[in-house]
């Protein structure tokens, strides 16, 4: 039987439909031929890409030659320019403002055959450490309102190149959907004197059925009200609505958990496309007692993008209920499989 | 310059990225084979969809047979059921309900191989019957509250099925992106005492850099803070927030200026995938005074959906100002050149 549900934070209706329910093997992804002779992520093409912001590597090597673990660099073809001033003008009835704002690059790792569920704990916490080292810089400019770390996964995801890396990119504006969440999680807050993330945290343990993964500070789960088939939120235990304010040992556990959950999607899907995007709130902007920063996954499995862009109206065939037994049962089965 | 823009009716800023400009032919559209020995929606194969609710056929001719030129049916795998009641209740925190609605398909001609952008004025006037049919049928059911016509093209705008259709979903609740679009045409109302959509096709005839098309009863431009490339608008200039209130002489002038726009885009961009949607108030609500019904074209050209569809950011490669100049000029240039 067919049922809505309502996001509790920005109150999107999303419908679960279970008359066109799934199963993982029905999200069949083709491997993706992605050859090219030439990657400016490889050791040495260094000098290919735009200098290096910051680079992780050995004290005696120079910048912008091998050696490095991790590596950021500016989009060569960036969306907006941070040498641009920050000008806002009419346009008859229309409001428009130059483009200043940082688009960066971080190249995770020099081995172009990885991703992010296959790194060692150690390397993906490094991946962490520079969006943690990259996003405090940002935010100490003050012309900068936002700061946004995504990662593009697979052709379908929207990567132009297959060499993992995620982007960061900060803008004097806030995104829609972020400023709905805060929008949203305000108005909870004025009615229940409680964070709606941290209410999610709870009943999420409490009910136990859309849980993934959960380790010293954070937990992963599929949220109530999912857009997407295996649409998945990883969130601090510990409330903040600041990504920049997160602490070392958090680190650790952080970069954990998105590589176990990463590396279930990984297996149980075999390697889709996805996005994730990391929610925080504005810099130097309010949100402190009823934001809560956390991650959104979302895995590239349906087509009907289109209809639910112009809408909002999603339509998803995997209840999360289901998505998450299949996280966790048939992720155990392949690992078995495996190792036999 | 990259430069951003904000969309006078939602406020969401829009990233018009200039360093990234394409031009038509950087669009290559790949010929689609989706060649199926069976199609349920061509003459002699009635029998194999839901029963019709609305034909357009001789009077001599059997509900269910050939003949028809406009048939519509149910969604054979509906995302929501007419059967259900409308029951709300909560989960937790949560909140559910039911899902109720109708889920029905548009059966646009019998000839499989054509598309909206190839009819005859006539045929595409009798599409434009069908929807408004059943939109005013639907819309005298209580349960009711939005109802929402739109049109997949092409495997990557979501179509499952070539043989050219639309759908139309009515459900007991109203899209985000539709709420949001009241709300925004009810601020800027309360601030100006005028509808934002009128302020817009006076400002898009004064400037004229963004029209495309325009007839008696209806323009179409590229919105200003356009977030796709070639994302088109289509607008009664009747103050109307109602499709259902569409007049017959409107339906004529409906009609043409889609198939008239629909063909720009079919041949300046070689038949692309794309979706529509039309966008009215919601049934037995308010909005008359400051909402305006419209219609949204979505080209479905770039890949950046997952980015987008989580920060609510769109960073859009194309200014509308040149996607116009293509839909006119390079249009002209590839008729003369047929006509050759």
Not at 140 to 146: A, H, I, L, S, T
Not at 214 to 226: D, G, K, L, Q, S
Request: glycine share 4%.
């Amino acid at each position: 039987m067919p049922e809505y549900r309502k996001d509790p934070v920005v109150k999107r209706w999303v419908i679960i439909s279970t008359e066109r329910a799934k199963r993982p093997h029905d999200f069949q992804v083709q491997p993706e031929e992605v050859k090219v002779a030439f990657c400016p992520f490889d050791y040495g093409n260094e000098h290919t890409t735009p200098p290096e912001i910051l680079a992780f590597r050995p004290a005696d090597t120079q910048p912008n030659t091998p050696g490095w673990w991790v590596r950021v660099v500016s989009n060569k073809f960036p969306a907006v320019d941070p040498e641009l001033p920050v000008d806002r003008y009419g346009h008859g009835m229309y409001d428009a403002m130059t483009g200043f704002g940082y688009h960066e690059v971080i190249v995770e790792t020099p081995d172009h055959e990885s991703t992010f569920a296959l790194y060692d704990y150690k390397q993906a916490e490094e991946v962490v450490w520079a969006y943690v080292t990259r996003f405090r810089t940002m935010a100490k400019d003050e012309r900068v309102k936002y700061i946004l770390v995504f990662r593009n996964h697979g052709k379908e995801g929207g990567a132009s190149l297959a060499h993992p890396h995620s982007q960061i990119i900060a803008t004097p504006v806030v995104p829609k959907t972020v400023q709905e969440e805060l929008d949203g999680a305000k108005d909870y807050y004025s009615y229940k004197e409680r964070c709606v993330f941290c209410d999610m945290i709870n009943q999420e343990k409490i009910e136990n059925r859309r849980l993934i993964e959960e380790n010293e500070h954070f937990i992963a789960f599929e949220p109530y009200a999912a857009r997407f088939p295996f649409e998945t939120w990883v969130l601090p235990k510990r409330h903040s609505h600041d990504f920049g304010s997160i602490t070392e040992d958090e680190v650790r556990s952080f970069a954990r958990i998105m590589k176990d959950v990463l590396h279930r999607i990984y297996v149980v899907l075999n390697n889709p496309p996805y996005n994730f995007l990391i929610h925080t709130a504005p810099v130097f902007e309010e949100g402190k007692t009823y934001y809560h920063w956390h991650v959104e996954i979302i895995p590239r499995l349906t087509r009907v993008a289109g209809f639910e862009w112009g809408s909002g109206f999603y339509i998803n065939p995997v209840p999360p209920e289901d998505a998450a037994r299949y996280l966790t049962e048939n992720y155990q089965e392949a690992l078995e499989k495996q190792s036999k």
